[in-house]
């Protein structure tokens, strides 16, 4: 059985090396340049529109629907994960302070890609009959390039990788930090985030965004809070912070009384990959949740999916970013989720750590819901219907990976996750760039509008039916 494990593991970090190698890496931020360019870049031309759009969308345009600000909550519920605190301080620790400077960069990229891609799951999904809608890339795929095998092959893939694996991972963070800071039993903390899980996911779709609309908001908002006063109360520090982190994004920079130095491509390297992983623009994530938004023209969604970003990376992740820097810990050899505690510890106290675990906790869990909307989703594509028993199933499924996940670690499963997941972003970007055509001629059908006077642009369902591949629909 050792046998066999190793060479699975072999096959699969070959795998992975392959696909998050560097042609990952320029293919995502290639597709959000692209996309940037051809809609003109909306990412500054609306930047305080997208404010405006996104507060507009906490109310909801028709009773029993998803509001846009509910899909925005729940994409960011799986958007905003472990990766916002333990991922930053790892990106620093490998690629340096100018690792910060390309993760703004990649953010501003991204945004275009997201932009693509909920204009697409909005275009091409489908009504569940219950006053809500399913969407995303495998439906994209299908209803609009007319390739089911490769809706089939993005639906498992985001299933097995998200749903499942990555939901492992996130227990797996949470049990640990719990242990860690509070000595808690890792068994008891499984047990409460299933509890709290269940509660949730039992209630489909609207209960998840419910829940998300509420928890996410604030806990970013508070951690953004705990940055604010960092900054605030070493403010004589952030020129000289802020000067570090341009000028180590261009060339080699000592850190840490000379103890490190980094170079541009590592800068480039780890702030790229930090960027496009926490964001996940462009993995065909998101577009599950932004397709369920109640909204009178799918432009506007994308509006909404943008803030998605500059939420996760430009406010969380350089959140993280400053409290580790004005800390001076970078050099103190940790790295990860115990860097993070570190540098906080430095600068509010003891309380710091806790306060740490509480946010990662709280991150973590609302990237379980997320992550697990995603596989209902999905699994509703491959086997149309689903629901009932098999639904029932599925959900007990998860909760056992969280379990699972908490009482484990298996470095293998942990590959397998990566490898799913870079076969979705690989398919997904195929699909986005075969579709630039409908997601610029649907933005541009939005510009239009709402150059002419329109407040709330609304789309002609006619427009919106001739790009699909199916008829009657």
């Not at 509420?214 to 960092?230: E, H, K, Q, R, S």
């Not at 520090?237 to 000379?258: E, K």
């Not at 908490?406 to 699909?431: H, K, Q, R, T, Y």
């Amino acid at each position: 059985m050792e046998k066999e494990q190793s060479l699975l593991m072999s096959f699969f970090t070959a795998c992975n090396g392959v696909l998050w190698g560097w042609l990952m890496i320029w293919l995502l931020l290639g597709t959000g340049v692209y996309y940037s360019i051809r809609l003109g870049f909306p990412q500054f031309r609306y930047f305080f529109y997208m404010f405006k759009v996104t507060l507009g969308g906490v109310r909801g345009e028709k009773k029993g629907g998803i509001t846009s600000f509910q899909a925005l909550c729940t994409g960011l519920a799986a958007q905003v994960g472990t990766g916002n605190l333990a991922g930053v301080a790892s990106a620093l620790v490998s690629g340096g302070p100018g690792a910060i400077f390309w993760m703004w960069m990649t953010a501003l990229a991204g945004m275009g890609t997201i932009m693509a891609e909920a204009i697409l799951g909005q275009v091409f999904r489908v009504s569940k009959g219950d006053g809500t809608y399913r969407g995303g890339p495998a439906y994209y795929i299908e209803r609009g390039l007319g390739q089911r095998w490769m809706g089939i092959l993005f639906a498992f893939s985001i299933t097995v990788s998200m749903a499942l694996i990555f939901n492992a991972v996130q227990t797996n963070s949470i049990a640990a930090a719990a242990s860690g800071a509070f000595g808690a039993d890792k068994a008891l903390v499984a047990a409460v985030v299933m509890a709290l899980t269940g509660l949730v996911i039992f209630g489909g779709l609207k209960r998840i965004a419910r829940v998300a609309e509420i928890v996410v908001p604030v806990m970013a908002l508070l951690y953004i809070l705990v940055a604010l006063y960092v900054v605030i109360t070493h403010i004589t520090l952030l020129p000289s912070i802020l000067h570090l982190i341009v000028t180590s994004a261009f060339g080699v920079r000592p850190v840490a009384g000379g103890m490190l130095g980094y170079t541009v491509a590592m800068a480039f390297r780890y702030g790229v990959a930090r960027g496009l992983f926490s964001n996940e623009a462009g993995m065909g994530s998101t577009p599950n949740a932004n397709a369920t938004a109640e909204v009178n023209h799918p432009a506007r969604q994308g509006f909404v999916a943008m803030m998605g970003v500059f939420v996760d990376t430009i406010l969380i992740c350089t959140a993280t970013a400053a409290i580790i820097l004005l800390s001076g810990e970078i050099g103190s050899g940790k790295t990860g989720i115990e860097l993070t505690q570190l540098a906080l510890r430095a600068s509010i106290g003891e309380i710091g750590p806790t306060l740490i675990t509480i946010a990662l906790a709280f991150f973590a869990w609302t990237s379980i819901l997320g992550n697990y909307y995603y596989g209902e989703s999905n699994l509703g594509y491959i086997f149309p219907g689903f629901g009932g028993m098999a639904l029932l199933i599925f959900r007990f499924i998860v909760l056992g990976m969280l379990l699972f996940g908490a009482l484990s670690d298996v470095p293998l499963v942990w590959e397998m996750a990566d490898f799913f997941n870079g076969i979705m972003a690989l398919v997904n970007l195929v699909a986005i760039l075969l579709l630039s055509g409908v997601a610029c001629k649907v933005y541009s059908d939005y510009v239009k509008r709402h150059k002419a006077g329109e407040s709330d642009p609304k789309v002609d369902p006619e427009f919106l039916k001739g790009f699909s591949k199916q008829k009657g629909v």
